[in-house]
């Protein structure tokens, strides 16, 4: 197959990529390296981003208009932002990419997957601050035209020229020689049920149990809060299920008749239906474990089941940030003593 | 005080009544051990615990932040309070003490524990040696020309009074080490709960629990003899619904295997058929031994089982080495290797431990509780043989003060050639108490009195009863909760299951258990066992997540709800119900 200049699988690529391919696509990469069932595609690299870039600045200056706006002149960076985008969204892409991008495509679908694609940007930052650079909005799903999926690839790339992406960049001072984006194109999951899963518990940092949200149809209607999921706690190494809240799911999201999706009423008897079965439950929670145990970290995971063969496929696997932040001191701590750790319940602190 | 039970109210003794001093104090029922009113000499169960269990933490250990529990009567229901100590002068002073004693203790485990069965099994035998009860009309000559010089009729009273002093001195002994068992046994819990907030109790337990437990050991001689049966080729006597007297009596018409298969039975029911059917507290929680029905009702089931094919031995090794996985897995989630090199130090200490934690149960309220509820009833017989009683178990309406009179007036009566003064004296009180204890069952009881403190923080009681300060709003706010469709107990053993529930009060129910019924009464415990391959869940009124029934609820895999408080009187025999075993929710259904 051969790696091309502008385009990698995700078979080529772990997490020691994000460089070329952004934290999505080296994440995607890296659970499919782990052995985990991942639907197909591709990431356009950072460096198709750089080449278009290169003619961008052959024209006018791109990356100097940015770093000369003040954050605080509102005007300034509203106007700076409207002209790059344009010019970013309007740009012929480069030869090159534009062949090894429709081969690529060619393959995907020659793969047997004729599946409409989602397009996403893949920053090279951490993901925490991704959402000030590129924004929420980057993401395009159920993309059939091939000529659709190159306006989007574009449109992922002029999110970084948006005016919070700008104003965000001034203010931290980020240099823009920095300033790079990868686009991830995979094939979509046509979804029965999807959602997210957490490997430490988001209400107490517990690590030993997996909290799984799901509803019917896309995940995009539970990452995006349109619908209350049905929720179910289970111990990460018994497999119990300690909690099981099953919510009336009033939409779900589906692929709409001329690409997109749309949000669409759930009929009165599937709303108080789990969307899951406990084989479905068991399932994942094996597969959070090995994708945990394949980072050595928590992670917090996207999933969806596909509506034909039921099978379980991760979307996208990212870091907890916000208790492994917490984490300080040690509960407990070994004493020369082992008897000492008796004093904690007989109910003094006095002892030696 | 339920109106027209005062004079009921007064036998017991003065030292648990309350009195106008006691109000100040919170008081919470005990329902734990003691689920139903306590007919008057049943009382002695509570005088001889809280008496030994007071002398371990306040003197024997000096658990640091405790006293004893005192204990009060009002009902027939059983209440208790902590006596915490507060002072921090005086809890430093104790902290000293106890490292010398406990310390040493916890130092000298598997040493102490190996003393402690041998001293058990002596009184066991001495209490199986006391002489049996009889008065003669004359003296046998040969205590005359042997010069003994004491009659048979002292025999009564010295034979009570070393069954009463044996009951005693057994509960020092159950005593021994229970508290520093559990003490160590929750201070892993309370790491795990810290380390990992969302941790079911019951998964702490299978950590901590034995695999070779004396608990699993009576149902392992069932499925024995179920073995036996096939073996032997008798199986087929060995039908649902037929009574243990119409098999052993069929047994003994088929030669040399049917003998055989008694001889078994013989076996096994000496020492683990003495087990009762509740927890030991009570005189009407039989054994095994006194009631062979429940043995019995798991054998067609069993038997069935090794037709099949199936080897019913407990996989001992693959269920240690979950256990050792368990463990394992859980460690490697730490958040640090301090963290790990702590839990790893907490559970060696929880494992040294709970050999005893749950093995004491079996010597102490089966084996010596039987023996000793056996020998008082055997001076029932011969009381009501003289005429003091209608039947030989009214002599539980009596207190063990009041018992030893009667004794007294009997052996009185055969000295003196005149008729006893009993049997026109405890006729009506009998009948009277009885009334009463019926009574008092009819009343709900408040599950505590007096001012509620904000926190509890006595080690025993939390230990011991499982409650703090959210379990007991839950009890305060349950009696309100009355139109809901769920109860609410402790996640015993996880699944989900729905099905007919087959309320059974007492253990004489026993044979209307049907395959596929969820099992709801008031205890389950150990001696159930057998009926648990025929149920499809089980929920109880009494017992923790970290009880007996718990455990074997785990190791059948049932789904089981324990301690709702109220199954028994709110499900309705062949109501439709669910059980949410990780959940600790019960559902009604229909």
Known sequence: ?352 | MVPGTERAQAAYPYYMQFTAADDQRFWFYNSMHFPEPMSAFDMVTAEAAYCALGSSTTRVHCIPTTLGIDYRIINGRVYIGGNAVTDPREIARRTGEFQQRAFYYYGNWERLYAQWREKMLALIRDAQSLPKLELPEFEPLSNVHSGRGIATNHALLDTYQRTLEGYFRMWHHHFEFLLLGYGAYMTFFAFCKKAFPEISDQTIARMVAGIEAEIFRPDEEVRRLARRAVELGVDDEFREGRTPQAIMAALETRGAAGRGWLDELATSRDPWFNINVGDGFYHYHRSWNDDLSMPFAGLPGYIAAVRAGESLERPIEKLQAERRQLIQDYRELLGSEQERQAYDQMIGLAHRVFPYVEGHKFYCEHWYTNLFFNKIREFGALLAAHGFFAREDDVFQLTHYELKAAIIDLMTAWSNGSPPRGPEHWPQIVAERRAATAEWAKHSTPPALGPVPDVIDDPAIVMLWGITRESLDRWLHASSDVASRELRGFAASSGVVEGPACVVKSVEEIGRVRKGDILVCQITNPTWAPIFQKIAGAVSDIGGSMSHAAIVAREFGLPAVVGTGTATSRIKDGQRIRVDGGRGVVTLLS
């Open chain 1, 1 to 352: 197959m051969g790696v091309g200049a502008h385009i990698a699988w995700f078979d080529e690529i772990g997490l020691g990529d994000r460089a070329q391919v952004g934290g999505k696509g080296g994440s995607l990469g890296e659970l499919k390296r782990a052995g985990i069932a991942v639907p197909p595609g591709y990431v356009v690299k950072t460096r198709a981003f750089e080449r278009l870039l290169e003619s961008l600045e052959r024209e006018a200056p791109v990356r100097a208009a940015v770093a000369a706006v003040s954050p605080g002149d509102l005007a300034g960076v509203t106007a700076c932002s409207r002209a790059l985008r344009r010019r970013v969204e309007e740009a012929e892409l480069p030869g090159e990419v534009l062949e090894e991008l429709s081969i690529a495509q060619e393959r995907l679908v020659r793969g047997g997957t004729a599946q409409p694609v989602a397009v996403r940007s893949s920053a090279t930052t951490e993901d925490a601050a991704e959402a000030s650079f590129a924004g929420l909005q980057d993401t395009y799903l159920w993309i059939k035209d091939p000529a659709e999926i190159i306006r989007r690839v574009r449109s992922c790339w002029a999110s970084l020229y948006s005016v919070e992406s700008i104003s965000y960049r001034r203010k931290l001072g980020f240099p823009e020689e920095r300033v790079a984006m990868a686009v991830v194109v995979q094939s979509m999951v046509d979804a029965r049920t999807a959602g997210v899963m957490f490997t430490r518990s988001p209400t107490t940092g517990d690590r030993s149990v997996v909290t799984i949200e799901g509803a019917w149809g896309l995940g995009s209607a539970v990452v995006g809060g349109e619908v209350t999921p049905d929720r179910w706690v289970l111990g990460k190494i018994t497999g119990e299920i300690a909690v099981r809240e099953i919510s009336d799911k009033l939409i779900e999201h589906v692929p709409a008749a001329r690409g997109g999706v749309e949000a669409v009423a759930v009929a009165e008897e599937r709303r108080r239906m789990p969307c899951l079965s406990d084989a479905e439950l068991q399932e994942l929670r094996t597969l959070a474990r090995r994708i945990e145990r394949h980072y050595g970290c928590a992670q917090d995971i996207e999933w969806a089941v596909d509506r034909g063969s039921g099978a379980i496929l991760l979307l996208q696997s990212r870091p907890e940030t916000v208790w492994s932040a917490r984490d300080t001191a040690p509960i407990a701590k070994h004493e020369e003593d082992p008897l000492t750790h008796l004093m904690s319940i007989f109910g003094t602190r006095r002892c030696p």
